[in-house]
């Protein structure tokens, strides 16, 4: 965070103070660009979507499908993990991440195809934040690798200096013997 603001302030400044060569032959040429396709004006109709196009239905759907593929070997995992017993099964836990990837992507492409068939316009708004959720994701996010760069950079410091002190102690006790 300490470095990242002033370098993107710093490349937000040099974006918009540099221009580039279409930019300036735009300038400089500004009676011979026109536009080459005329945009007709058309009312959309706002038709009526089905219940299963909503956006509450969707993400279950979307949410419901890759979990039950999982499901079976996430309890053995969790199983493993409170029951005290060893997890030997990496193979198929890997087929298993692989198999949720793959349902995943289906499922998400064959509900953006329902979205575009449907003529729905707007399938691509939803997913864009704006405002106040934005700013709490970046925060949030942000300080979640600022506190695991924390924990991650305070163990490395405390490790060397722990080995550092005991290298040095070690050698002042076979110092004097």
Known sequence: MLFATP????????????????????????????PSLTRVKTNRKNLKVARFMCYL???????????????????????SLWGYENYTQYK???????LLLIITALINVGLICCKIVSKDHKWWWRSDMSGSLQL???????A?????????F???????SYLFLRQIYNSLHYSKT
């Open 57 to 79: 239905p969707q993400m279950a759907l979307a949410g419901i499908f890759p979990f039950s593929a999982i499901c079976v070997e996430l309890s053995s995992v969790v199983y």
């Open 154 to 160: 305070g163990s490395v410091g405390f490790l060397a």
């Open 144 to 152: 979640c690798i600022c506190y695991a760069l924390f924990l991650m």
């Open 7 to 34: 370098l993107y302030l710093l490349g937000e400044f040099i974006g918009k103070s540099s221009q580039t060569e279409v930019q300036a032959q735009s300038q400089n040429n500004k009676d011979e660009l026109k």
């Open 92 to 98: 198929f836990l890997f087929v298993t991440f692989i």
């Open 136 to 142: 709490s994701f970046f925060l949030g996010y942000m």
